[in-house]
């Protein structure tokens, strides 16, 4: 499967983005997805996840009540809908896949990284 990830961008503190990823290749409803992130410096982070049917869902602290995954298979896509961003929220936001495992730390499809700014 193909990831595409888009809608980053520059937004002040407080702001709100939505992080798309398209897939292509194969029928997506098939695969768990997560969007990880990485700030200079800094290990890559599991932000978010969603499983298949989209019925179980998982936040990392730092993002809990502020962003939310979902998706639509019937459009092959996963969204991000992050709220209230602030300053530490500034990454490289990456989507991933993988067929058979729930947030794993290395999943088997990735897509390229969207850069999201959020300024002070």
């Known amino acids: 499967v193909q990831l595409q990830a888009s809608g980053g961008g520059l937004v002040q503190a407080g702001g709100s983005l939505r992080l798309s990823c398209a897939a292509s290749?194969?029928?997506?409803?098939?695969?768990?997805v997560e969007w990880f992130r990485q700030a200079p410096g800094q290990e890559r982070e599991l932000v978010a996840a969603?499983?298949?049917?989209?019925?179980?869902?998982y936040y990392a602290d730092s993002v809990k009540g502020r962003f939310t995954i979902s998706r639509d298979n019937a459009k092959n896509t996963v969204y991000l809908q992050m709220n209230s961003l602030k300053p530490e929220d500034t990454a490289v936001y990456y989507c991933?896949?993988?067929?058979?495992?729930?947030?794993?730390?290395?999943?088997?499809?990735w897509g390229q990284g969207t850069q999201v700014t959020v300024s002070s």
């Open positions: 991933a896949a993988d067929r058979n495992t729930w947030m794993t730390v290395s999943p088997s499809y």
């Open positions: 969603i499983s298949g049917s989209g019925a179980r869902t």
């Open positions: 290749g194969r029928p997506f409803s098939s695969y768990y």
